[in-house]
């Protein structure tokens, strides 16, 4: 079983583009969280998606959005990248919270803004 | 607003020796305290966690203990080895909501 999984590894973008990460989560794994982690610094809560709708939403601008798909995969999208948006977004998944609370994350895409 | 806290930012110990990370919460309505762990160049992974209604919990030579009233909880890994040399970081969260927030970090470093 894989785990969670995303793409690209690496991403090099300038100021003003417009950019789109991939998640696929652990099978079975219904809810996707998005995570920015600034070099040096603990994740901070982007989003999160749950039957294909954004359940719950950090303290980021609208020009961060994302999507979930019916098989639960997850996009980022972040519009007008700024210099500050480089970082590594991770990538969370989780079965129903019934089940457990642990949320297993994915080796992240390294974005680097010019 | 939600916040966690977590000291020290670095640790050194000597091989063999204990370290201890603690860190403080500020939202009353978080239950759920997990661990990760992350290695250079890799993803967190979780090491250990613990729930509100549980005091400490212990896992071969890690152990995590809570203290709800004063908002505390801390990491501890007894007879420590050059490999648990990575970056801990702590979160809280509340049961089923799968929101974390997390501290900023410690920097262990485990001196053989």
């Known amino acids: 079983d894989a785990g969670v999984t995303q793409s690209p590894t690496h991403l090099i973008k300038t100021r003003g583009q417009q950019v789109t990460l991939r998640c696929s989560p652990k099978?079975?794994?219904?809810?996707v969280s998005w995570y920015q982690q600034a070099l040096g610094q603990g994740p901070q809560f982007i989003f999160q998606?749950?039957?294909?709708?954004?359940?719950q939403r950090g303290n980021f601008p609208d020009r961060f959005s994302g999507h979930q798909f019916p098989n639960y995969s997850s996009e980022l999208n972040v519009n007008a990248l700024l210099l500050g948006d480089s970082a590594l977004y991770l990538c969370?998944?989780?079965?129903?919270?019934?089940?457990?609370?642990?949320?297993?994350f994915g080796p992240g895409t390294r974005l680097t803004v010019l | 607003g939600e916040n966690v806290e977590q000291h020290p930012s670095t640790l050194s110990v000597q091989e063999g020796d204990s370290a201890v990370i603690k860190c403080t919460y500020s939202?009353?309505?978080?239950?759920?305290f997990p661990w990760y762990k992350q290695e250079l160049g890799k993803r967190p992974q979780l090491i250990i966690d613990?729930?509100?209604?549980?005091g400490e919990k212990k896992d071969q030579r890690i152990a995590v203990t809570l203290n709800k009233t004063a908002k505390h909880f801390s990491l501890h890994i007894t007879e420590t080895q050059p490999e648990d040399s990575a970056v801990y970081f702590c979160a809280a969260s509340s049961l089923g909501t799968y929101k974390y927030i997390f501290g900023t970090g410690t920097r262990l470093k485990v001196l053989a």
């Open positions: 099978s079975g794994h219904d809810t």
């Open positions: 613990i729930r509100s209604n549980v």
């Open positions: 969370a998944s989780s079965l129903p919270s019934f089940v457990t609370d642990t949320q297993y």
């Open positions: 939202d009353s309505a978080s239950n759920y």
């Open positions: 998606y749950y039957e294909e709708e954004e359940r």
